[in-house]
């Protein structure tokens, strides 16, 4: 029940292209999901989050969807750029756990010039 | 603000040694975590505190593992005897949870441990 499942693994996009990364949570108790990006040799740093009680979050190229229902949320990157290469993680986490997240796996995202 | 500050950057030790990594948090950070971050297994939560109190080792893989926390600037990981399975990125990180959406872990740059 603590699981976040993320998919794909690995994500090659031309620049210009949308990128979509997606995970999947089990524990309905969860009621915080950000997404970290981090860049190699980096510590992960905080990309967007969001809570249930929204559908979508956008900030810039950024943007969440959120389907409570199915349990799943997505990240979309929209006009991506050879900069946004990186390895992307989502996590949930209950807020009276005092920000304990648990991560998904990872997406490592290649945007090709 | 510096950050979450690790240390030693990298670290290559033989197997049966006795490893200590350390962190220092960001300034007036009441929480601190530390994981572990390799390929097979992702980023893996180890332990964490709040305000310098353990509140959830259940990540911590064996007896071989212990941290602590003796004050809000300074925490250490310590493996004793270490493995080659050990090897791996550590990573600290600190955050100020007051329940918004902005809240969020702010991490070190991590430790690259390699167990020969």
């Known amino acids: 029940q603590q699981q976040v499942k993320q998919s794909p693994q690995s994500l090659i996009v031309q620049k210009g292209g949308i990128s979509i990364i997606n995970c999947a949570y089990e524990?309905?108790?969860?009621?915080?999901f950000p997404w970290y990006q981090q860049f190699p040799g980096k510590g992960p740093a905080l990309l967007i989050a969001?809570?249930?009680?929204?559908s979508e979050k956008k900030e810039g190229r950024f943007t969440i969807s959120f389907n409570k229902s199915a349990k799943q949320f997505s990240l979309h990157i929209m006009d991506s750029q050879p900069g946004d290469s990186a390895t992307y993680f989502c996590?949930?986490?209950?807020?009276?756990?005092?920000?304990?997240?648990?991560f998904g796996q990872g997406t490592e995202l290649s945007v090709k010039p | 603000d510096a950050g979450v500050i690790q240390s030693p950057r990298h670290e290559v030790t033989e197997m049966g040694q006795e490893v200590t990594l350390r962190c220092k948090p960001i300034s007036g950070h009441d929480y601190l975590f530390w994981y572990r971050q390799t390929m097979m297994r992702g980023l893996e939560l180890l332990i964490y505190f709040n305000n310098n109190v353990p509140i959830d080792d259940s990540g911590m893989p064996e007896d071989r593992f212990s941290a602590k926390m003796p004050n809000a600037s300074f925490s250490t990981l310590k493996i004793q005897p270490s493995e080659p399975r050990d090897s791996a990125v550590y990573f600290c990180a600190s955050s100020l949870w007051r329940k918004t959406v902005t809240d969020t872990q702010y991490f070190g740059p991590g430790t690259r441990l390699t167990v020969l």
């Open positions: 969001i809570r249930p009680d929204v």
């Open positions: 996590a949930a986490s209950k807020y009276n756990q005092g920000g304990k997240l648990i």
């Open positions: 524990n309905t108790a969860f009621d915080y």
